[in-house]
């Protein structure tokens, strides 16, 4: 596309200027402008480039990835099930719904195969998500199979009246038995694959209690009264205490090479949107989570 500067959009910032005059959204012209693919006058600027009158800007919009939700036949390790709502024990290592670079073997695909019908109301890439967690985190997620019962189940989330705690192995010994860590989060503006705790942030406030110590590490149980994206690998760090084998926000120095961090959704409690039942399930921690602390416990003796 190739885009002439009027007199109306003189002094506006780059990405502003593209999306006001283009179909382009802001979010997509900032992310344009940062994989070198904007000119200005057939010159690299930074989004922030205020525009002059006549300034002529160029660039070329890339055709979308095409994203794969089709069924497929993985094995899912389903805690609960009905005709409203499922839980499932997600695996390490598995996405949970299909993204650019992760097209199949995803919780979705599975879920896809298992289940006759999945809530709609987050589109065709994620039917039934109603929350989500990281790849290399491990534990319990509410599955939704119609809308209603995800509106019932997202309402909960957002109140906070579900119940979610984690487990989680951490980098150091904390002075206090339990606290509360109350920091807004946003996009690391350094870094757009990292979230950070900043100024202006989303509000993100989460509980914690020590549950074992081991001298270099300590394992915590957390709870989260809000749900933001890398909360609880966000707000360790930012006290100074990583979550073991984190590979965006931890030291290099890690229990287990490429593992992935130390973190499990021990605990999952909700109301169900049916019956009006309290229904709270608990799932142990993977095998090598376990086998890890019990190293721990072994060197701490």
Known sequence: MEIKIKAAQVGFRLDKAISEMSRVSRTQANELIKSDAVF?????KKAKYKVSEHDVISFEIPEPEVLSYEAEDIPLDIVYEDEDVAVINKPQGMVVHPSAGHQ?????NALMYHMTSLSGINGVIRPGIVHRIDKDTSGLLMVAKNDGAHEFLAAQLKDHSSKRRYLAIVHGNLLNDRGVIEAPIGRN????KRQAVIAGGKPALTRFEVLERFGEFTLIALT????????????????????AGDPLYGPKKVLKPNHGQFLHAEVLG????TSHEWLEFEVKPPHLF???????RAANL
């Not at 503006?189 to 757009?192: C, G, L, M, S």
């Open 290 to 296: 376990e086998t890890t602390l019990e190293t721990l």
């Open 224 to 243: 989260l009264e809000t749900g933001r994206t890398h909360q609880i690998r966000v707000h360790m760090a930012y006290i100074g205490h990583p979550v």
């Open 189 to 192: 503006p350094k870094d757009r």
């Open 104 to 108: 199949s073997g995803t919780m979705v």
């Open 40 to 44: 200005v006058n057939g010159l690299l």
């Open 270 to 273: 909700f109301e169900h949107p």
